[in-house]
């Protein structure tokens, strides 16, 4: 259910996309016990089992498939099955995995829709039936050798006409519950807060400018959490919010077009609100600094000049923030005009770095930078082709977007081949450039498109 986010971001990058390749060089409640299908012997994996895990891990993280949430080491998630129930609806298993893939016990749970956290010795996660989705959770208990789930005491909690959010997440306590909703009669998503002691379920916010506002992620696809604190955006601010007491502080302005990035490196919490600028927020009460002024993103495009001698700056954008270790990663594009025309054009894919303690002093990523060059070609036009049918093997358009960092490395997203008919924006991840080294490595499951022809 990725909603209402990547709707509007799905075509803010289409966009992009076809900017940068007109332009841009030119500038259910049973169970049963199975042995794991991962499971892998004492010896040493190969090359090709390390990179099958690491790209299962991007898959993972980007949302292709179900998180993993962990109880003493036990993984628990829902896995797709490969048949599909009378209805030709997708069916999906619980899964409960044992440490160090030493066997996995399948949960037939009706209906099962995802898992969405574990609090306590409480496992979370919503079922689907027709227009109405709810909200669970299973005790955890223990037998002599192993962790066990207890379907006969799973506890409903509230059915809404929608549930969660758009990366089927909630926040989850001892005490209560957060997450966005919509009640059957209603007519917007709200913010909801379920009180597990009092079990209660209702709006957690009434102020008209909060009423509509929505949980914040950060670039690494997580809910937001830093000191304990939420965030949540509106229109025009970003707020922070305390769960147990729901008691709000505006923390600052942002523009009704950008969606807040954010995310934490070492003690604080680094947001974007304009695009233009990065702040920090230490929390405690404080408000955000700015710590990396636009004309410091405009001083740097300007000495790399990517769009050639011929051109300017016009403007830049900040695509989204990372961390790693402690530096900060900003993708950025820089909007660009011909000398003396009105012609202009648009560069991404350019990444910036900048340590933490000394925040001001940004460095360019430049054999990622070099690498997407040769892949989109040299001082060419590039065209999109679209073809008159799915392709046999997933293919995309790119790289196009940055897609979050796993084990070290900046995972980089291409836009889905697909038929002229199909409306919908799909990303998948095509490449994945180690911060560390400066080697790109390609996923051998996705072809790409234009720069790179398909074989």
């Known amino acids: 259910m990725i909603r209402r986010k990547c709707m509007a971001v799905g075509f803010v990058l289409t966009v992009f996309l076809l900017c940068m390749t007109a332009c841009q060089m030119e500038g259910n409640d049973g169970n049963s016990s199975v042995r794991s299908r991962n499971a892998v012997s004492g010896a040493a994996m190969s090359a090709d089992q390390v990179q099958e895990d690491f790209w299962a891990k991007v898959d993972e993280k980007l949302g292709d498939v179900q998180r993993r949430f962990f109880h003493n080491d036990v993984a628990y998630f829902a896995e797709l099955q490969d048949d599909e129930d009378y209805d030709g609806n997708d069916r999906w298993v619980l899964i409960q995995q044992d440490p160090n893939n030493k066997g996995m016990t399948r949960y037939e749970i009706p209906e099962l829709h995802a898992v969405h956290g574990i609090a306590g010795d409480w496992l979370y996660y919503t079922t689907e039936k027709q227009t109405e989705e709810t909200l669970w959770r299973m005790p955890i208990g223990k037998t002599e050798k192993r962790e066990i789930l207890l379907p006969a005491k799973k506890e409903k909690l509230v ?79 970003l707020y922070s ?88 990663y900003l993708s950025i594009t820089a909007d660009w005009s011909k000398k003396k025309t009105d012609q202009w054009g648009s560069t991404g894919f350019i990444l910036f770095y900048a340590d933490i303690e000394n925040i001001e002093e940004l460095g360019l990523e430049e054999k990622l930078w070099d690498s997407v060059k040769t892949i989109w070609g040299n001082n060419e036009k590039l065209t999109l082709e679209l073809p008159d049918d799915f392709p046999l093997q997933d293919e995309v358009y790119g790289p196009s977007m940055t897609g979050g960092i796993v084990d070290g490395k900046m995972i980089l997203l291409g836009d889905k081949v697909v038929p002229a008919y199909v409306s919908s924006i799909t990303f998948l991840p095509c490449m994945a450039y180690d911060l560390d080294t400066g080697e790109t490595i390609v996923n051998p499951k996705v072809k790409m498109r234009n720069g790179k022809k398909p074989d």
């Open 159 to 237: 059915t809404m006409y929608d549930l969660i959010d758009m990366y089927e997440s909630i926040y989850v306590s001892d005490s209560c519950l957060i997450f966005e909703g919509e009640m059957k009669d209603d007519d917007f998503v709200r913010l909801y807060r379920y009180d597990l002691q009092a079990k209660k379920c209702e709006p957690l916010l009434q102020e008209r400018e909060l009423i509509r506002g929505d949980l914040v992620f950060t670039s690494e696809h997580e809910m937001a959490v830093f000191g304990g604190q939420l965030f949540i955006q509106t229109d025009n601010s």
């Open 241 to 328: 919010l305390e769960p147990e007491s729901g008691e709000t502080t505006r923390l600052m302005d942002k523009k009704r077009e950008n969606y807040v990035s954010m995310v934490q490196c070492g003690n604080s919490m680094y947001i974007t609100t304009d695009r233009r600028q990065i702040y920090r927020y230490d929390g405690e009460g404080k408000k955000p600094v700015c710590v990396i002024k636009k004309d410091i993103f405009r001083k740097r495009l300007e000495e790399l000049h990517p769009w050639g001698d011929k051109g300017e700056y016009r403007d830049h954008e900040i695509n989204d923030i990372y961390a790693y270790e402690n530096r900060l």
